[in-house]
């Protein structure tokens, strides 16, 4: 049998990173380029190890729109969704809802492993979580979060962006009442040419109570199978999700294109349905061959695999890797 070098490419979320500083960009690479190499110091025990791994260090660190970094829908609270596939023999495992586990991707998988079930939400998925011993955290909606809130639901509310203008358009009539894009993913495959894919995320900013997007749902934000290879999705959810974009990412690759050019067909095929600024992928294929793409103006991403001295890692597009 044919050794596969063993890979792992990670990505912190696609969108416009308007109005990111050099020095917050250079912290983001850091942390991409950490959290890569989490997943890649385990990847010897398998490809799922490597994915949660990965996506753990970025639920963990704060940084990202994930775990500790989650943002605040419309009444100020926290509300995490993940997701865990292993291509061996296609469980899954996925949660949503969560207000207090510091690392949803591991409830994730805790429920793919140890239940007959594959997705729990809420109250009984923190329960679940409690049962396990996972970390539960009662500081995630921190007081920095607090006053981000504050400013963007009074500039929203005021109509500036596009973003939800019809849940706009119900609070100001007095329908709803109410006190006051971003994902993390990893694939992976290894050395016995296992593949996995692994997201975690809080949503985006002001969204509504009890939504749930595209990263929990198997085929949507997430697909893995040995018989093609494996992808994650970031972007607009609520399109990812019509599309089934990571399960057509792995369609491509099961009849044959490989990671990359899955990748570009992907990321066509959303850009004709839904137009720019809406997705992002990354894939591995059943060979080891690693792809990504974006509609967007950038999408941070880091791969590390076997022979490489150091993680390569980028945000934009112009920059090579």
Known sequence: ????????????????????????????????????????NVISKGALDAVEAAVRYMESCGFFNAGLGSVLTINGLVEMDAGIMDGRDLRVGATALLRRVKNPVSLARKIMENTDHIFIAGEWAEKLAEFYGLELLDNIVS?????????MYENWIKGEGSRMSKLREMILQGRVIF????????????????????????????KFPGRIGDVPLVGCGFYADNDAGASAATGTGEYIARLNLSRFCCDLMRIGFQAQDACRLTI????DKFGPDTAGIIAVDKN??????????????????????????????????
């Open 143 to 151: 007081e920095e979060k607090l006053k981000r809130f504050k400013e």
């Open 268 to 271: 066509k095929r959303i850009t």
């Open 288 to 321: 080891g061959g690693l792809g990504y793409d974006f509609n967007t103006r950038g999408m941070g991403r880091a791969l590390m695999y076997e022979g490489l001295d150091k993680p390569i890692v980028a945000i934009f597009r112009e920059e090579k890797n």
């Open 179 to 206: 006190e006051s894009h971003d994902t993390v993913g990893a694939v992976a495959i290894d050395s016995e040419g296992n593949v996995a894919s692994a997201v975690s995320t809080g949503g985006y900013w002001l």
């Open 1 to 40: 049998m044919k050794k596969i070098r063993s890979a792992i490419l990670i990505h912190g979320g696609a969108g416009s990173y308007k109005g990111f500083s050099d020095e917050v960009l250079s912290i983001r690479l850091e942390h991409l380029s950490k959290a890569v190499m989490e997943g890649y």
